[in-house]
Nanobody, 123 residues
Framework: QVQLVESGGGLVQAGGSLRLSCAAS????????MGWFRQARGKEREFVAA????????VYRDSVKGRFTISRDRAENTLYLQMNSLKPEDTAVYYC????????????????WGRGTQVTVSS
């Protein structure tokens, strides 16, 4: 059974940093695109960042460019999201996802999802 498990969320003050991890299992699992989405209370799930299975071609929503970095450890089959200069508006549940498709910024096209990890940024 395929599993994506997020970790690394927590409470941080504005301007601080967090590093989210997404462990994929089994280790033989693969996809075409992996990404991060987030959903704030009362709002729709939105695209944050994505990259190819090999960790290339990173893309980001405009509001996180220059602050967030997506990467993947191929050996450990783990996806990361380094989040710096966090802002209160970054507060949300962050989800790891994978798809065999190519519509990287559309949540409905992703095939696998983790259960999410809460990120809270205080002012």
């Amino acid at each position: 059974q395929v599993q994506l498990v997020e970790s690394g969320g927590g409470l941080v003050q504005a301007g601080g940093s967090l590093r989210l991890s997404c462990a994929a299992s089994p280790r033989t699992f693969s996809a075409y695109v992996m990404g991060w989405f987030r959903q704030a209370r009362g709002k729709e799930r939105e695209f944050v960042a994505a990259c190819t299975w090999n960790g290339g071609s990173p893309v980001y929503r405009d509001s996180v460019k220059g602050r967030f970095t997506i990467s993947r450890d191929r050996a450990e089959n783990t996806l990361y999201l380094q989040m710096n200069s966090l802002k209160p508006e970054d507060t949300a549940v962050y989800y790891c996802a994978a798809t065999y498709g190519s519509s990287y910024n559309k949540a409905d096209t992703y095939d696998y999802w983790g259960r999410g990890t809460q990120v809270t940024v205080s002012s």
